[in-house]
Structures are given as structure tokens and as C-alpha cells.
């Protein structure tokens, strides 16, 4: 069955840092791209950023260009998103979500994990 | 960018009732086009994908239309379990984009 849960969330001071993870079970992880989506509060979904099953290509919104880089470490079954210079507009769930299909990249989402939250306030 | 507007925004219904949800592309996406549900303090949950693709174990209740720029999600009959907020996303541009959502409430 595959899991998805992540973890790193927390309060953050505008300007500052924040790295989230995203472990994966239940499936060949190497093999399939992730994703990145984000909800503020009360708010809509919002793509965030995609990278593909082998690492080599990475895309981002654009409210996150430049500020949110996207990796990950096939060895550990592991998506990162590093977040920097992080602003109150960032203060949202964060979920990761696995592409469906095998090496390939259709850019629909499923499943997601359970979200974790960030919020940047001083 | 791609602009993906839903309407109704919300909606009341009994159980039992049929309802659509319609979404509008700003510009033709083909079929590239899936919902989601989301109940709330959940993770959203794929339920169509390709337009009109239904996502293995999701009752036949839901079906999905459309293609270019308009776009339908039709629950036949609803249950207590349908009552969430659902959610276009088109797949056919990056940047992904999601509808504002359409949150369907017990009348």
C-alpha cells in the first residue's frame, strides 16, 4: 500500500528557512515522479513544484520560482522541498503526491500524504 | 498562465439529488483536465482523470465530460459521503492549475 508522510513543518520568522520531507512506501519510488501542492488556510490548492521520476527535470509555480528548489534522495525513498526566503503568503499545508504512473509524467496527483503545516509569522 | 474557474463556488443539495459542477479553461486544454475531492481536515483525493476517467474505486456514481475549454462533473445520485469540496486541475501547462473549488453542502 503506498504511504506518504511528511514531515518539517513548523513556525518559520519571514526571510527565514525551512526544508520539508515527503517518505514513501509501498512503491518503487524511483520510478515515479512527486509533486509538491500546497493549501493556506481556508484556501484553494495550489501546485507548487514537480520533479520527475529520475531527478534530472524540475518545474515550479510561479510564487515559488527562485525561493523553493525540489530534490530528492532515491536511496532514502525521499522527496525534499527546501524553502527559503519565506514569506506570511507562504503559510500553508503542505502535501506531497506521487505521479500514477510508472516513469512517466501525466502531472495528476495520487494519492497525497496527510500534509504538513507551515507558518511563517514573526 | 491556464485559469480554471468552477462554478457554482457552493451549492446545497439533498441526498439523492443529481448535480453538476462545471469548470471553464481559459484557453483549450484538450482533455487534460482531472477533479478531486476533499472532505474536510483531509488530504484531496483523485476521483477523474482525462476529462472523464474514472479513478479505480471510485463509485460509478461520479462521471466527468468535456473537452477544450468546458468541462463537467456529474454525481448521479448523491450520498452523505459526497457532501466535500471538489476541485478541477488542468494537466495540459505548467504551471498546474486547480479551480477555486466548489463546496457541496447538505440542504
Known amino acids: 500500500q503506498v504511504q506518504l508522510v511528511e514531515s518539517g513543518g513548523g513556525v518559520v520568522q519571514p526571510g527565514g528557512s525551512l526544508r520539508l520531507s515527503c517518505a514513501a512506501s509501498?512503491?518503487?519510488?524511483?520510478?515515479?515522479?512527486m509533486h509538491w501542492v500546497r493549501q493556506a488556510p481556508g484556501k484553494g490548492l495550489e501546485w507548487v513544484a514537480l520533479?520527475?521520476?529520475?531527478?534530472?527535470?524540475?518545474y515550479y509555480g510561479d510564487s515559488v520560482k527562485g525561493r523553493f528548489s525540489i530534490s530528492r534522495d532515491n536511496s532514502k525513498n525521499t522527496v525534499y522541498l527546501q524553502m527559503n526566503t519565506l514569506r506570511a503568503e507562504d503559510t500553508a499545508v503542505y502535501y506531497c503526491a506521487k505521479e500514477p504512473r510508472w516513469q512517466q509524467t501525466v502531472n495528476w496527483f495520487d494519492p497525497w500524504g496527510q500534509g504538513t503545516l507551515v507558518t511563517v509569522s514573526s | 498562465d491556464i485559469q480554471m474557474t468552477q462554478s457554482p463556488s457552493s451549492l446545497s443539495a439533498f441526498v439523492g439529488d443529481r448535480l453538476t459542477i462545471t469548470c471553464r479553461a481559459s484557453q483549450s486544454i484538450s482533455r487534460y483536465l482531472n477533479w478531486y475531492q476533499q472532505k474536510p481536515g483531509e488530504a484531496p483525493k483523485l476521483l477523474i482523470y482525462g476529462a472523464s476517467s474514472l479513478q479505480t474505486g471510485v463509485p460509478s456514481r461520479f462521471s466527468g465530460s468535456g473537452s477544450g475549454t468546458d468541462f463537467s462533473l456529474t454525481i448521479s445520485s448523491l450520498q452523505p459521503e459526497d457532501f466535500a469540496t471538489y476541485y478541477c486541475?488542468?494537466?495540459?501547462?505548467?504551471?498546474?492549475?486547480f479551480g477555486q473549488g466548489t463546496k457541496v453542502e447538505i440542504k
Open positions: 520533479i520527475r521520476y529520475d531527478g534530472i527535470d524540475k
Open positions: 509501498g512503491f518503487s519510488f524511483s520510478s515515479y515522479g
Open positions: 486541475q488542468q494537466t495540459y501547462g505548467i504551471p498546474l492549475t
